[in-house]
T-cell receptor, first 115, second 113 residues
Framework: AQSVTQPDIHITVSEGASLELRCNYS??????LFWYVQSPGQGLQLLLK??????LVQGIKGFEAEFKRSQSSFNLRKPSVHWSDAAEYFC?????????????FGTGTRLTVIP | DAGVIQSPRHEVTEMGQEVTLRCKPI?????LFWYRQTMMRGLELLIY????????DSGMPEDRFSAKMPNASFSTLKIQPSEPRDSAVYFC???????????FGPGTRLTVL
């Protein structure tokens, strides 16, 4: 069965510090992996995605993520966090099937940034 | 493009009342998804459409929920009768065929008293 685990419900970091948000997935087929960000009162915005090729993918807002098949992980990183990064982050897994694209989301990690 | 449009943004209703949530996908997108977000269950896919046809409604919680897509530019999610446990944020998302990114609307926050 497909599932996504984000083990950290809430993370607090200082502005300027580095960040890593964890994501582990379980998927029967080759996964497509996504990170979305949700600011308060807003919908979800795609940060980055991985389909194939280079396992280190770059996204918007200075974020990157690394796909590690052996660990079934797709952790999100940012070298220096800005106060505007405070939001909720969702990892998702899916597969592009003929005529469909189902996404399974993790429960999210809330990021707080302190001055 | 205006993005995915949802209305209303907030809805407060009383238990037993009918609630209708509306969504206008991005023009040209032929996939439309309805999600529900709660603290307890996170983000759940309720149903999705392809070319106005429901493809998978296995996430619809029960018969009180129904969704329609009468044309390519409009979809509704209806709850009748509503219950307090339906309180959540409901998101609509759309996607173009052959693509992978789903574009989300701002959501409708539903409160059932």
């Amino acid at each position: 069965a497909q599932s996504v685990t984000q083990p950290d419900i809430h993370i607090t970091v200082s502005e300027g510090a580095s960040l890593e948000l964890r994501c582990n997935y379980s998927y029967g087929a080759t996964p497509y992996l996504f990170w979305y960000v949700q600011s308060p009162g807003q919908g979800l915005q795609l940060l980055l995605k991985y389909f194939s090729g280079d396992t280190l993918v770059q996204g918007i807002k200075g974020f990157e993520a690394e796909f590690k098949r052996s660990q079934s992980s797709f952790n999100l990183r940012k070298p220096s966090v800005h106060w505007s990064d405070a939001a909720e982050y969702f990892c998702a897994v899916g597969a592009l099937q003929t005529g469909a694209n189902n996404l399974f989301f993790g429960t999210g990690t809330r990021l707080t940034v302190i001055p | 493009d205006a993005g995915v449009i949802q209305s209303p943004r907030h809805e407060v209703t009383e238990m037993g009342q009918e609630v209708t949530l509306r969504c206008k996908p991005i023009s040209g997108h032929d996939y439309l998804f309805w999600y529900r977000q709660t603290m307890m269950r996170g983000l759940e896919l309720l149903i999705y459409f392809n070319n106005n046809v429901p493809i998978d409604d296995s996430g619809m919680p029960e018969d009180r929920f129904s969704a329609k897509m009468p044309n390519a530019s409009f979809s509704t999610l209806k709850i009748q009768p509503s219950e307090p446990r339906d309180s959540a944020v409901y998101f609509c998302a759309s996607m173009a065929s052959g693509e992978s990114e789903q574009f989300f609307g701002p959501g409708t926050r539903l409160t059932v008293l």
